[in-house]
Nanobody
Framework: QVQLVESGGALVQPGGSLTLSCAASENIFSFSAMGWYRQGPGKERESVAAITGAGHANYADSVRGRFTISRDGAKNTVYLQMNLLKPEDTAVYYC?????????????WGQGTQVTVSS
C-alpha cells in the first residue's frame, strides 16, 4: 500500500516560515498529482497546493505568493514551503497523492502534521 508520511509541523510566530515534508513510499512521479490539504479548527478540509507529475503547480488564493510546493524525485519527497505565516494558517496539514484512472480518482493520505501560528 502507498504510504505518505508528513513531518515539519510546529508552533511558529505570525510572519514566520516553516517547511513541511511528505515522504512517499513510491516514486512520486507515478502519481497524477501530489499536494497538500489542511483542516483548521471547526473548518472543512481544503486544498492548499498541488503539483502534477509534469511540474505544473496550483495554489489556493489564500496562500498564493506565500506558499511554494516543490519536489525531490531522488528522495520521493514533496515539500511545502510556507512564508509570512498568519494565524489563519493554523491547521492540520495532510499530504495527498492522486492516481487518476479512466473511471475514478484514487486518493492516498498521510497522517497529518500540526501547524500552529500564534504569538
Amino acid at each position: 500500500q502507498v504510504q505518505l508520511v508528513e513531518s515539519g509541523g510546529a508552533l511558529v510566530q505570525p510572519g514566520g516560515s516553516l517547511t513541511l515534508s511528505c515522504a512517499a513510499s513510491e516514486n512520486i512521479f507515478s502519481f497524477s498529482a501530489m499536494g497538500w490539504y489542511r483542516q483548521g479548527p471547526g473548518k472543512e478540509r481544503e486544498s492548499v497546493a498541488a503539483i502534477t507529475g509534469a511540474g505544473h503547480a496550483n495554489y489556493a488564493d489564500s496562500v498564493r505568493g506565500r506558499f511554494t510546493i516543490s519536489r525531490d524525485g531522488a528522495k520521493n519527497t514533496v515539500y511545502l514551503q510556507m512564508n509570512l505565516l498568519k494565524p489563519e494558517d493554523t491547521a492540520v496539514y495532510y499530504c495527498n497523492a492522486k492516481q487518476i484512472t479512466t473511471l475514478r480518482t484514487y486518493d492516498f493520505w498521510g497522517q497529518g502534521t500540526q501547524v500552529t501560528v500564534s504569538s
